[in-house]
């Protein structure tokens, strides 16, 4: 797999939920249709809350990958 | 539109917490949200109000979680509204009641209150809603 540099890190680790979920809202309101942003969080509730939010959000999760002490979920702007 | 309506009565920091938490996630997922602050909740809202402590009802362990929060850096729950103001539709509004009764002025409050608004008032609006909570 192609390695995908994000145009955009959010770095919310030692951030609570909502928190990270929270982060990526606001960077993705600012950022263009069709950068990629990068989410590193450590709160568990980030892998059930971040997909669910992309979906109903219309935008598209590239990947979601596993760093052990934290995860790195990347999300493109579709609109 | 779902609506998220929360009646936030407590003034303790283990139940703003929570308030501040859910109204960030609704937000998030687009809901419109609207809370009646009242009573402790309302006093909680005050400018000059001292942060929140946690409710003596826990006893030892309120007080480790308060500890907790403050080493891992919780934010308050003023600005998870700030910041659930910040991205979503969030009104904040007063009950009137109290309000009248603690002799307070729209300046007395956070910025983050839109309106001072009646029990009546807020039954109408919360009669929209599709989740009602109080907290």
Not at chain 2, 80 to 90: C, D, H, S, T, W
Request: negative net charge.
């Amino acid at each position: 797999m192609a390695t995908i540099n994000p145009d955009i890190i959010v770095d919310a680790r030692g951030s609570y939920c909502p928190g990270p979920l929270m982060e990526l809202i606001k960077t993705i309101k600012k950022a263009e249709v069709g950068q990629v942003i990068a989410v590193y969080s450590s709160d568990s509730g980030s892998k059930k809350d971040i997909p669910l939010w992309v979906e109903k959000a219309g935008h598209e999760l590239i990947a979601i990958n596993d760093k052990g002490e934290y995860t790195e979920f990347l999300v493109k702007k579709k609109k | 539109m779902t609506k998220l309506s929360i009646i936030m009565f407590s003034g303790t920091a283990d139940k703003l917490m929570p308030v501040g938490v859910l109204a960030s996630a609704a937000a998030g997922l687009g809901y419109d949200v609207e809370i009646f602050a009242t009573f402790w909740g309302l006093l909680a809202l005050k400018k000059d109000s001292p942060p929140p402590e946690v409710s003596k009802d826990y006893g030892p362990i309120g007080e480790m979680f308060k500890k907790v929060m403050e080493e891992k850096n919780m934010p308050s729950f003023l600005d998870m509204l700030r910041e659930a103001k910040e991205i979503g539709n969030v009104k904040i509004y007063a009950c009137a009641q109290t309000f009248d009764m603690m002799g307070l002025k729209k300046e007395d409050l956070v910025d983050i209150v839109d309106d001072v608004i009646g029990a009546m008032e807020y039954l109408e609006k919360s009669k929209e809603s599709d989740i009602t909570l109080f907290i």
